[in-house]
């Protein structure tokens, strides 16, 4: 991940150091929509639960609900606001650079994880199940 980061930096800042800036400013995006996703798994995952009590109901089906509908109208609300060319420091194609640094590398993380999920040698990390191999014990 370092390298990763240090990559995306000298990359752009090789660009404009006004686009790295807009590229931070987008952070926001990741946040709003990596919490919403965390909420609605908390809400599918515990849906059987709800009714064995109260508790279960507020903490693990209203609340990561509601807290997820908030972070994805968050998510939409600065989108837009980011689509905009004057906010940030630069405009790509008349939009916003925030809005198409965020957008970009935020579909590009999608692609990646669907092509992950299937991909034999981390098929495992998404489904839950060992590989043969990683499910015999070692000996230290």
Same mark, same amino acid.
């Given at each position: ?24 400013? /987008? ?12 909420? !609605?798994?908390? #809400?599918?995952? !515990? ?6 009590? /109260?508790?279960?109901?507020? #903490? ?14 968050? #998510? !939409? ?21 925030? !809005? ?41």
């Amino acid at each position: 991940m370092g390298a990763a980061a240090v990559v995306y930096y000298v990359a752009m800042s090789f660009l404009s150091e006004n686009l790295l800036a807009d590229s931070i400013s /987008a952070i926001s995006l990741f946040i709003a929509f990596y919490y919403a996703l965390t909420g !609605f798994a908390c #809400f599918w995952y !515990f849906r059987g639960t709800f009714r064995e009590s /109260a508790r279960n109901l507020w #903490f693990r089906g209203i609340l990561p609900l509601l807290g997820a509908l908030i972070l994805t109208a968050a #998510f !939409f609300i600065s989108a837009v606001q980011m689509w905009d060319p004057a906010y940030g420091d630069t405009q790509i194609f008349g939009v916003g650079g925030a !809005f198409v640094s965020g957008v970009v590398l935020l579909a590009l993380g999608v692609v990646l994880a669907v092509v992950c999920r299937f991909l034999p040698s981390t098929r495992e990390y998404f489904t839950g199940k060992p590989t043969a191999a990683a499910a015999t014990p070692t000996s230290a």
